[in-house]
């Protein structure tokens, strides 16, 4: 779809808008997003000073506020959720989805909404990236539990890496033509196999519908899996105070771009003061 021209975001304009909003919705991606991309994506943790943000940004009931990652729910539970009582998160782009509640409410149980779905898939997938990861030193296999991911940021030859991921890539849509009920997309130094229908763009629109009219909405991604978020919120949300971000490079979909993580870090800590 054609995007409008992205211009820097004014961080000014977004708080004051903030400020005046009765129903705000905040949508976050995590790894790029909320901390710097790292060699290791284990050693990506919250710091303290991010959870306390993320805290206080839920203690207003005017403000609804999701991560939407494509992270395992283990690291997240690990890291963020057993912090973070209340509010929502997604995992898995999409599979995985624990609802936000208002501060004081039980935090509900996780919801698989891939649940019914066929995962026959996994094993000739599963396959393929053992052979990528076999020709590719230092790349690793990420076994989540729905989706499936080869990273190779820290692939000791990367001119190999290049030639592998192609290779992959190429098997990867082999298999996806006799199985057609995948998708592949290719994300930021990691492919990744996800049922077909569950992206970032479907759980916003869950989201979006669960929550109700907003008059606020603040959307931050990365890299090309936050662009069907982005599109899912110029498309089907009618909030007059609509910000789709892009964070350090621009991002189809992102109306506005931010350079940096310390970026909305300080963003995400003026919203959190705005209440006080």
Request: net charge negative; glycine share 6%.
């Amino acid at each position: 779809m054609a995007t409008a021209a992205v211009q820097q975001l004014d961080i000014d304009n977004v708080v004051d808008a903030f400020r005046t909003s009765e129903r705000r919705l905040l949508l976050l991606d995590y790894d790029g997003t909320l901390t710097p991309i790292v060699a290791d994506p284990s050693k990506a943790l919250p710091p303290p000073h991010l959870l306390d943000t993320l805290h206080r940004l839920h203690g207003s009931t005017r403000t609804t506020e999701y991560i939407v990652t494509g992270r395992d729910r283990q690291f997240i539970e690990r890291h963020l959720a057993s912090e973070l009582d209340g509010v929502g998160f997604s995992c898995e782009h999409g599979a995985l989805i624990r609802w936000h509640v208002l501060p004081g409410e039980t935090t509900p149980d996780w919801d698989n909404l891939a649940d019914s779905i066929d995962l026959s898939w996994r094993a000739p997938v599963l396959e393929a990236m053992a052979d990528a990861i076999r020709l590719t030193p230092g790349s690793r296999l990420e076994k989540k539990q729905v989706t499936q991911a080869w990273h190779y940021r820290e692939a000791h030859d990367p001119t190999n890496a290049d030639e592998q991921r192609l290779a992959l890539l190429d098997r990867l849509r082999a298999l996806q033509r006799s199985m057609p009920a995948i998708d592949v997309p290719a994300g930021t130094t990691v492919i990744e196999v996800r049922p077909r229908g569950y992206t970032k763009g479907s759980v916003v629109r869950n989201i979006l519908s669960k929550t109700g009219d907003v008059d606020f909405v603040l959307c931050l991604g990365d890299d090309k899996t936050d662009e069907d978020m982005f599109n899912a919120i110029l498309e089907s949300c009618a909030a007059p105070h609509k910000y789709t971000v892009s964070v350090r490079q621009m991002q189809p979909g992102a109306s506005y771009m931010v350079d940096s993580t310390d970026v909305v870090l300080s963003l995400l800590q003026k919203l959190a003061r705005t209440d006080l």
